[in-house]
């Protein structure tokens, strides 16, 4: 994904052999054989939806009439959601780092992504296969964002990058770490403390509860498996943090 070539730039200037691959230049590594197996790959691939390429960065008719597919359908920066993205993301990682030969090694240049107070990260969402060599930070200099001013600076802004190394130590049998997104129920989390529990029930609730209403919300959970004395537990929780408040006879809310 060489874009406009600034990894090609860098290999001639220091006399390293290569292939610069792009679906600007016909290449759709969601559905095209990589042309050989290598020694080292250089990935760049995009941020997500930040930036989008095809028909943005270069036309798409010009692809379709020079090399007879439409480059939107496959590229990744066009993908639905972060969800889609991180599927095709692993998929092209995959398929690259099986490309490699035994001993060889993938850099990755990645970002992250910030959009509505959420943090959409590609190091924390990326399959780690081989063994995981390096992260190298690499600053971002002359970014468009750092001339925007913003009305409100409450936020810290991101002024790097990562290119994450990875190396193939076995041909066939390769560990990978994987990202798997999961929810827990606080009432079934035993390593959470009664007072975590409760506070989450009425934080939840935005009103104050009567102590039957406050049961009913845990009854059946693996909380109250590991306690025969639960109902017990919970009114002495009430009573002894000062992060309850006493509403009237048998009520409570947060403080
Ligand atoms: C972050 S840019 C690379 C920038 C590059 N390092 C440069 O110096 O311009 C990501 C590139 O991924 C390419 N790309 C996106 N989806 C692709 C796909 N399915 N197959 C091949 N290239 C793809 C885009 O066309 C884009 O040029």
Redesign the pocket.
């Known amino acids: 994904?060489?874009?406009?070539?600034?990894?090609e730039d860098v290999c001639r200037a220091k006399q390293i052999p290569g292939t610069f691959?792009?679906?600007?230049r016909g290449?759709?590594?969601?559905t095209m054989d990589i042309p050989e197996r290598a020694e080292n790959i250089f990935w760049?691939?995009?941020?997500g939806g930040m930036?989008i390429?095809?028909d943005k960065?270069?036309k798409a008719q010009d692809i379709i009439n020079q090399y007879g597919f439409d480059?939107r359908v496959?590229?990744?920066?066009r993908a639905k959601d972060w969800d889609d993205f991180v599927k095709?993301m692993n998929y092209?990682m995959l398929k690259q780092f099986s490309a490699l030969e035994k001993g060889g090694r993938m850099f990755v240049?990645m970002g992250d992504w910030k959009q509505k107070g959420k943090l959409y990260s590609m190091l924390c969402d990326i399959a780690k296969p081989g063994t995981l060599e390096q992260i190298i930070i690499k600053m971002e200099h002359n970014c468009v964002s750092d001339s925007r001013s913003y009305s409100n600076m409450n936020f810290v802004p991101i002024s790097h990058e990562y290119v994450m190394v990875v190396r193939k130590d076995a041909a066939m049998i390769i560990p990978v770490a994987m990202t798997r997104k999961t929810e827990m129920d606080v009432r079934d989390c035993v390593s959470g403390t009664w007072r975590d529990l409760v506070a989450a029930i009425l934080e939840e609730a935005h009103k104050p509860l009567a102590l039957k209403e406050i049961y009913q919300r845990v009854d059946g959970h693996k909380k109250c498996a590991s306690n025969q004395h639960w109902r017990e537990k919970i009114r002495q929780t009430l009573q002894k943090n000062t992060c309850f408040r006493h509403v009237a006879e048998g009520v409570w809310a947060v403080a």
């Open positions: 994904m060489v874009g406009g070539g600034t990894t691959l792009d679906l600007n290449f759709d590594m969601m760049h691939p995009p941020y930036i390429y095809s960065m270069y480059p496959n590229d990744l920066s095709k092209c240049l």
